[in-house]
């Protein structure tokens, strides 16, 4: 063949593949294990957690190149210090360091310690508790123990003064043998204070110190000038119980430590073995300093402690799981120097670190934080429950730090947040304060005692009121069961928002259940609260709500856009220049197709739905026995539980409807009033105007919000009576079939 012939042949023929791409290497692996001895970190001869760091960080000094794995085994990894990770330890450009549980693995990293050695002292067990540890929480068998309490005593008895309180002789606790074990638990609000009884001089109770000043009025450090929620003000009523006494340790499941005698006494439950007693000891298991490329995968944290509300600090809350700590500091009305919870997990000055798929369970304070301007970090497809305090903490409380503190474009998403706030019920289930291009998304939080979500800080302070703060995006969550009525927190919402925040939006979340049975009208769906500023809330469902759907109550939060949502209640304009509410879908009976959408869309799994029920009444005819001023019968069944009806004072003031036809009546709801003026009633349900042969339930003590009366009887007219003499006053009543 010559040379031309070749040459034709060649061009003739279809050009050559390209090369395939060579292959990522494969990760570098290191094996670690809760007995891991070795140095080799290998499969066969696994290292401990802190050599298997110092070897990750050996080799990323001698420049990496590829992604690098540390394998935990199964089992419990005991840690007397946190694991800390820094620069060293950060992924190669490109590439990641992850720390994940072995294929099949169910690592967890526990902060506590096993209390043994116990001994039958009556009904009781008792067992010495080792230097060092001063157990707040105890679970036995996984399961929480509660420290003894007693019941609570009213502002008239214990009367709380910016020193102290009176009432020792009365309240019981000048009788203990020890009082200085106790501390004061007080709910005022949405506050939660927590003080170490220090000492008792006849009827004086006098608290540790700085906790008590930081709890009281005076300092100029408890938070906005017009602050009335500290424990010397006129909204405290009670000492919600006192805790940590032998004295009152007599329920089964109740513990009690004893700091003198270094020990812990249990009354065990029925049936209940002590030989898996744990309390948490260590603070924080996993701490990340100035990390990068850090992927957590797979790992469990649990028995976690936090140790300051055990100190003379103790727990001087101010919103949100944050406390006001330091005999001294400086004056502060925007809550820039407040303190947050310990937890597990601590990400300070992160950039694209990766929680996720994480498992944390029974820690004494919180599950993540992730602070000091941590950015493009994510906190993903992790559970949390039964925790102390809130789960997942994010940002700041400084309204304006420099570039390189700001929080941005952080990620809550696929979480299940369940039974937070356990001790510390102000606590929220997600906190962030001045966030920008933050996503809390399709997670599902349930069981909460104060707020769900909540992000911005400040309380339209001066310093606070041109934050470092946008973009924020709170979408398809599922928030069910916040500001459980039985934790006595109030003034939240299951989402909370302060101060503004242009370009943020809350939509398709549903919001089931806040505030819901309160004994007076408190609670929200969403809170836009104070400064909230330039925020979209659209495309929400929002149902039985212990107050507003929507609240936005601050002349100065302004520019707010509530727009296609649906709820079965309705609520004032918003106010504020330009806050708007347009096209939302109010005092809904059924919830329609394209809201049952929106609920099978969020959270982190589909849940179920809680479907309205028709209301018989709302077409009825309301009367009542006599009104006072403008609260007419009427707006009871106007399809909203924010107006009220009102009777004059008098021997068996009533009001009641008539269905306009015999119905099978299955429950009454009835939302007491502003003013909680209904209360000693009872309910009636007849077929005949004259209600001689009414059936009749009796409704003992105040009527809530709502109080839902099962009767199941035939009716027409439903009367709701007062048994003696007293106001009728109701702002809903809905009969369903």
């Excluded at 007693?277 to 990390?291: C, H, K, S």
């Excluded at 929002?542 to 949502?565: E, H």
């Excluded at 007219?717 to 809903?732: E, K, N, P, W």
Aim: charged share 20%; proline share 7%; glycine share 12%.
């Amino acid at each position: 063949m010559n040379a031309a012939i070749a040459l034709a042949l060649t061009l003739a023929l279809p050009p050559a593949p390209p090369a395939p791409p060579a292959a990522a290497p494969a990760p570098k692996v290191f094996h670690v294990a809760p007995d891991g001895r070795s140095a080799a970190c290998n499969q066969v001869n696994p290292c401990s957690l802190e050599t298997a760091r110092d070897k990750v960080r050996e080799a990323l000094a001698g420049g990496m190149d590829r992604d690098v794995e540390v394998r935990l085994a199964g089992g419990v990894y005991r840690m007397a210090a946190p694991l800390v990770l820094d620069r060293r330890d950060s992924g190669p450009d490109g590439h990641t360091v992850t720390w994940t549980a072995a294929p099949g693995a169910r690592p967890v990293l526990s902060g506590g310690v096993p209390i043994t050695g116990w001994r039958q002292e009556g009904r009781l067990q008792v067992a010495p508790v080792p230097e060092g540890l001063s157990p707040r929480q105890l679970f036995v068998g996984g399961v929480r123990a509660v420290r003894a309490r007693g019941g609570s005593c009213p502002a008239a008895t214990c009367d709380a003064t910016k020193t102290g309180m009176t009432g020792a002789v009365k309240s019981g606790v000048a009788g203990w043998a020890d009082p200085a074990n106790a501390e004061a638990v007080i709910k005022v609000r949405w506050r939660n204070y927590r003080c170490r009884i220090d000492r008792v001089d006849g009827d004086v109770i006098t608290f540790v110190q700085p906790c008590w000043t930081n709890s009281a009025s005076g300092t100029g450090r408890t938070g906005p000038a017009w602050d009335s929620t500290t424990v010397d003000s006129s909204r405290y009523s009670k000492v919600s119980f006192f805790e940590n006494a032998a004295e009152l340790l007599d329920e089964p499941g109740e513990f009690v430590f004893d700091r003198t005698a270094r020990t812990v006494s249990y009354l065990p439950r029925a049936g209940e073995r002590l030989d898996d007693v744990i309390a948490p000891a260590t603070e924080t298991l996993l701490r990340l300093e100035g990390a990068r490329r850090v992927r957590i995968a797979g790992l469990g944290f649990e028995h976690a402690a936090y140790r300051q509300p055990d100190t003379a600090e103790g727990y001087a809350g101010t919103q949100g799981g944050l406390t006001l700590t330091g005999a001294t500091g400086p004056e502060d009305h925007a809550g820039r120097f407040y303190t947050k919870p310990a937890a597990a997990v601590v990400v300070r000055g992160g950039r694209d670190v990766t929680v996720e798929g994480a498992a944390f369970a029974r820690l004494g304070g919180a599950g993540v934080i992730l602070e000091g301007g941590t950015k493009d970090s994510a906190v993903t497809g992790s559970t949390f429950t039964d925790l102390s305090s809130g789960a997942v903490y994010v940002g700041d409380t400084e309204p304006n730090p420099p570039a390189e503190l700001r929080g941005e474009r952080n990620t809550v998403a696929r979480n299940t947040i369940t039974w937070t706030g356990r001790e510390f019920t102000d606590a929220v289930g997600v906190w962030a304060g001045y966030e920008s291009g933050l996503r809390v998304d399709h997670n599902t939080l349930e069981k909460l005692p104060y707020s769900g979500v909540s992000v911005g800080w400040g309380w339209n302070q001066p310093v606070a009121q041109n934050p470092d703060m946008r973009d924020n995006r709170i979408t398809g969550n599922r928030i069910v069961d916040a500001m459980m009525v039985a934790e006595d927190q109030h003034d939240g919402g299951a989402i909370y928002t302060q101060g503004p925040q242009p370009g943020t939006v809350i939509s398709g979340n549903y919001l089931n259940r806040s505030a819901y049975g309160n004994t007076e009208r408190d609670g929200n769906g969403v809170y836009l609260d104070e400064q909230s500023s330039h925020i979209t809330v659209e495309g929400n469902v929002i149902t039985r709500v212990g107050y507003k759907w929507i609240s936005n109550w601050a002349g100065y939060g302004i520019d707010n856009l509530a727009t296609g949502n649906w709820t079965d209640t309705t609520a004032p304009e918003l106010s504020g220049r330009g806050s708007r509410q347009v096209d939302n879908h109010t005092a809904l009976e059924r919830l329609p197709d394209a809201a049952l959408a929106v609920v099978a869309a969020a959270g982190a799994s589909p849940g179920p739905v809680e479907q309205l029920a028709p209301d018989l009444a709302r077409t009825g005819s309301a009367t009542q026995s006599a009104t006072e001023g403008a609260a007419a019968a009427a707006d009871a069944l106007d399809g909203s539980t924010v107006t009220d009806t009102r009777t004059t004072s008098a021997p068996g003031s009533w009001w009641q409807v008539d269905l306009g036809g015999p119905h099978r009546i299955g429950t009454v709801e009835i939302w007491n009033d502003a003013s909680m003026t209904t209360a000693d009633a009872e309910l009636l349900v007849s077929a005949t105007p004259d209600f001689e042969r009414a059936t009749r339930v009796p409704l003992p003590g105040r009527a809530l919000r709502p109080s839902v009366i099962a009767v199941d009887a035939e009716g027409r007219y439903v009367r709701i009576q007062r048994t003696g003499t007293g106001r009728i006053g109701l702002s809903a009543v809905m009969v369903h079939p």
